[in-house]
């Protein structure tokens, strides 16, 4: 079983602060994928980095895909509290199959 | 986002109820899964469809049975459920060609075994 570990599995700030998500394994992934869950509903595709090295930014969000495309990172900066929720990572290894981490609960504080 | 519909929304059943699930993807994509998210686990693939064909099988029981018409339906047959059957279930979908690994869910449908 691929194993993606997802860190922290909580988080709780004040709105304004800035944050950090990580997602390691010792798989090589051919590619990664960032969701946000909100309660209720289903995961919503934030990004999808594909390259070694690659680092996409949306608006005040940051993603970073490692080198050897094992592990990657998510940053938001000022964080506001619509930006609550679960945030996952998922890597893809073969067609079809995406291994999920289990995820990091966000919330922020007014 | 509506590209994926996922129907009922919400369910409760008995242990020795026959229910189903379906789910409708508008996105023109070929490829579709079944997903199981419990408290405190990452979520599980449980079935995935290519063309309307069953490509993988995740070890599910047999009490979750999938039917894939065509590729825009994927329907989950739930009979004789076990209350840790309890869970939100997704459904996604995925294009053909180089998107192929990004996967577009729909809102799930939260069970309830009692």
């Known amino acids: 079983t691929q194993l993606l570990e997802q860190s922290p599995q909580f988080l709780s700030i004040q709105e304004g602060e800035n944050l950090t998500v990580y997602c390691n394994s010792s798989?090589?992934?051919?590619?990664l994928q960032w969701y946000r869950q909100e309660p209720g509903e289903g995961p919503v595709l934030l990004v999808t980095v594909v390259t070694g090295g690659e680092v996409k930014k949306l608006k005040r969000l940051t993603f970073q895909f490692g080198d050897a495309r094992k592990d990657s990172s998510l940053h938001i900066t000022a964080a506001q509290p619509g930006d609550t929720g679960l945030y996952l990572c998922?890597?893809?290894?073969?067609?079809?199959?995406?291994?999920f981490g289990q995820g990091t609960i966000l919330t922020v504080h007014p | 986002e509506t590209g994926v519909t996922q129907t009922p929304r919400h369910l409760v059943m008995g242990m020795t109820n026959k229910k189903s699930l379906k789910c409708e993807q508008h996105?023109?994509?070929?490829?579709m899964y079944w997903y199981k998210q419990s408290a405190k686990k990452p979520l599980e693939l449980m079935f995935v469809?290519?063309?309307?064909?069953?490509?993988e099988n995740n070890s599910v029981p047999s009490r979750f049975s999938p039917e894939c018409p065509n590729s825009s339906h994927l329907f989950l047959h739930l009979h004789t459920l076990q209350p840790e059957d309890s869970a939100l279930y997704l459904c996604?979908?995925?294009?053909?060609?180089?998107?192929?690994?990004?996967?577009?869910f729909g809102p799930g449908t939260r069970l309830l075994v009692l």
């Open positions: 996604a979908s995925s294009p053909p060609g180089p998107q192929r690994e990004t996967q577009y």
């Open positions: 998922a890597g893809a290894k073969s067609y079809g199959k995406l291994t």
């Open positions: 469809y290519n063309f309307k064909e069953q490509t």
């Open positions: 798989s090589v992934f051919s590619s």
């Open positions: 996105l023109g994509h070929n490829a």
